[in-house]
Nanobody, 127 residues
Framework: EVQLQASGGGLVQAGGSLRLACEAS????????IGWFHQAPGKEREGVSC????????YYADSVKGRFTISSDNAKNTVYLQMNSLKPEDTAVYYC????????????????????WGKGTLVTVSS
């Protein structure tokens, strides 16, 4: 069974940092684009950032550009999301997913043909 495991969430004060990790197992990591998505209470799930493991293409939503950095360690089958300068509006459950391809359109990130979702990790940013 293909699996993604997200970790690293927690409670942090505004202005603080967290690093999320998404570890993949039982699939060829380099065949996928791995994206991070978040869902705040009462809102739809939105793309945050995405990285293509095969060619390194990277996408960020406008809301996180300059604050978040996505990276991958193909040897560990792990994608990281370094989140700096966190804001209360970043509070959400963060999910990682494996997609065929990601795109950035009008400041938003989209994952296409998502094959697998990981369980979410909660990020809470206090003001």
């Amino acid at each position: 069974e293909v699996q993604l495991q997200a970790s690293g969430g927690g409670l942090v004060q505004a202005g603080g940092s967290l690093r999320l990790a998404c570890e993949a197992s039982r699939f060829t990591f380099e065949d996928y684009a791995i994206g991070w998505f978040h869902q705040a209470p009462g809102k739809e799930r939105e793309g945050v950032s995405c990285i293509s493991s095969s060619d390194g293409d990277i996408y960020y939503a406008d809301s996180v550009k300059g604050r978040f950095t996505i990276s991958s360690d193909n040897a560990k089958n792990t994608v990281y999301l370094q989140m700096n300068s966190l804001k209360p509006e970043d509070t959400a459950v963060y999910y990682c997913a494996g997609a065929v391809i990601c795109t950035e359109e009008s400041g938003s990130v989209y994952g296409h043909d998502i094959d697998v979702w990981g369980k979410g990790t909660l990020v809470t940013v206090s003001s």
